[in-house]
């Protein structure tokens, strides 16, 4: 941890400067009706398209508010964001609810599949960081484990435990943090008894990812449950059958001081926002990712859909 956090300086210069954050809009956003008076709120997003889309959405939605936000997009894992956000570097980041209770809880506690009790778990965890959780939206993205329709034809796949005969002779691939993370590697060990010939570190349900799996490279993946391309690809998705994975609503964690200094209208625009973001919406959204469309119009043309102004 100590070098995750001497790190996060430099880190977050570096993606601010990169081509990804910069045509993103690491900058400030544009505000539209009353500006609200106050610090600068710096949305942060982790290294996968989904998160920056994300940091899009509720980014853009503040700045129509009137709130002065800047986008710190791509800033990397979650072992360089959290500590960002506790350290004051940033101040919002959209988190997945079982994978930030297990990563603050250094892996003692587990959230279920309860969004609501995770939530409680989560809130009680980052209280003594000063880091304010919000409502969780409906929106779930899980970890799945995918195959190639050919493969699971092949092997008659339909569930992570269908893997068993022949994950011996498979090469599995994730993100580079999957061997030391409790819903990838150790968790289809310790739950499916699934041990890989071997693995190969790739992106986080990135496009390295899909064209590794798509090409052959790896035999199975780890994917994000909302991944536009597993309907592009065709990809098959095994059934989680011994429920390794848990609630992952998308839940943004705000620093405290950034709560206290804008009260309850921004906690009510974060969840607002929230409450429109069901799983089939982040799909779909994630298909027009998966098409080509940049994170900045897509997060905007449903901002406005939904009556949210650019």
């Known amino acids: 941890m100590k070098l995750a956090r001497a790190l996060v300086p430099s880190l977050l210069?570096?993606?601010a400067c990169s081509p990804a954050a910069t045509s993103a809009g690491a900058n400030l956003l544009p505000r539209s009706g009353h500006a609200v008076a106050g610090p600068v709120i710096r949305v942060a997003s982790?290294?996968?398209p989904e998160s920056i889309l994300l940091a899009q959405i509720y980014g853009r939605a503040l700045a129509a508010a009137g709130y002065p936000v800047r986008l710190e997009l791509n800033v990397g894992e979650r072992e360089i964001v959290e500590p960002a956000l506790q350290q004051g570097l940033v101040d919002l980041v959209p988190e997945y609810l079982g994978s930030a209770l297990a990563f603050v809880g250094l892996g003692k506690e587990m959230a279920g599949a309860d969004p609501a009790t995770a939530g409680q778990e989560l809130t009680a965890l980052f209280a003594a960081r000063g880091i304010e959780v919000m409502t969780p939206a409906p929106a779930q993205d899980q970890n799945v484990v995918a195959v190639t329709a050919a493969t699971?034809?092949?092997?008659?796949?339909?569930?992570?435990?269908?893997l068993a005969p022949f994950a011996s002779r498979m090469t599995f691939g994730g993100p580079?943090?999957?061997?030391?993370?409790p819903f990838c590697l150790p968790g289809l060990r310790r739950v499916y008894g699934l041990n890989f010939e071997s693995?190969?570190?790739l992106d986080a349900g990135g496009p390295y990812t899909v064209q590794a799996l798509e090409r052959g490279d790896v035999q199975a993946a780890l994917l994000f449950s909302t991944d536009g391309a597993i309907q592009t690809m065709g990809f098959t998705v095994l059934r989680d059958d011994r429920g390794l994975q848990r609630a992952e609503n998308v839940t943004p964690v705000v620093r405290r001081a950034i709560v206290n200094a804008y009260g309850l209208r921004l906690e009510q625009t974060l969840d607002n926002v929230s409450a429109m973001l069901t799983t089939d919406a982040l799909t779909a959204l994630n298909v027009k990712l998966a098409a080509g469309g940049s994170a900045a119009t897509v997060?905007?043309?449903w901002l406005e859909e939904h009556g949210v102004g650019r």
Do not use: K
């Open 13 to 15: 210069l570096l993606s």
């Open 46 to 48: 982790f290294d996968f």
């Open 152 to 162: 699971a034809q092949a092997d008659d796949l339909r569930t992570v435990s269908d």
């Open 176 to 181: 580079p943090e999957c061997p030391q993370r």
């Open 199 to 201: 693995f190969v570190p």
């Open 299 to 301: 997060a905007a043309d």
